[in-house]
């Protein structure tokens, strides 16, 4: 009877000490939870006199969104990032984290999608979240960029899903842009599907993982309409995190990397729990919206030709945007100019795995200098 009430005056105080550590680490983030972006400071500490660092909840086209900008000097040329997913926008801070440092170059613009991240508001009919209505506030976007920073035109690069958005801008008002940038190419996702679908059955039957071939032969073969167990964005999902087993993304995400993304003050504390973590309540709405819209994307059928030149930048082992369907859309589209980035052992994440060559592509391949 004492060894037991030892016992569980012991666990008493292991818990209240966990519970203590949780709330004084929560505390922390807190403090460090301002919700303004971290200025860049000279070698003194003072703020650089022509950068920029800042984010805003702007309406556009009746919708609230969020963008955050960041430069070390306004004169540099803009470049607006557009976010993949659907639904998952890229945070300022993992990009600074991962070493993808364009920002000294560019006056970056990171946009969160409407009915995604910071620029989910339940008020938002599902109605309105369509890749058509995604495409003309990104243009309204790149009106408020242009006019504000006073240039003639910007950059434009989509990441995944966001390289399926950006073509759609630029074949709509191609004037606007100075050049396409694609990484993780969306160029026609159906027969991208199938090959993922594949890629993922061939690697689980090789390596004998009975789990994921059941999982597999559950939802069957895309474009997963015909599923009675799964929604198209649950067998997407299992479809994915399968992949990912097989071609992991090489993101180092260690005790250090996750301590730095909580303690930057970009967000507030609320937003670091909503927006970091991927809750429900910020990313699925768009992602479920959205998926068979994504799945049905054929850039070979809608857009053969730009007016503008192109960069695509592609992970020899993307098994999300499959490379090889993403070469054959390269070899055929019509444009001023246009090169290919073939990276190495890179999965879908290429500017977050090898940030040296994307920081050099930008430098040496699309600006010239």
Known sequence: MKIVKKIGKWFLILLGATVMFILVVLLIIRINSSGEEEPFLDEKGDVLPNSIAMHEDMTINGVPQRITIRGKDKNNPVLLIVHGGPGAPILPVIYKLAGVDLEDIFTVCYWDQRGSGLAYNDSIPDSSITLNHIVDD??????????????????????????????????????????????????????SEELSYDFAMSEAEKFNDTLSIIQLKQIGRPPYSNNINNTVTEAFEIERNIVLKYAPFKLDTDYSFLKDMFMDNGLTFKEKFTDMLNSPESYYP???????????INLMRDIPEFKVPVYILQGDND???????????????????KKWFLFENGTHGVQIEYPEKYRSIYINEILKK
């Open 286 to 296: 768009a992602a479920k919206i959205l998926q068979p819209t994504a799945i049905d």
């Open 138 to 191: 990104g243009l309204q976007l790149s009106e408020h960029l242009k006019k504000t920073f006073k240039k003639d035109k910007i950059y434009i690069e989509g990441l995944s899903w966001g390289t399926a958005v950006a073509a759609y801008m630029v074949k709509k008002q191609p004037e606007l842009y100075y050049a396409y940038i694609g990484s993780g190419l969306m160029a026609n996702q159906s027969l």
């Open 319 to 337: 098994h999300f945007t499959e490379t090889s369907v993403a070469k054959m859309y390269f070899d055929s589209i019509v444009a001023p100019s």
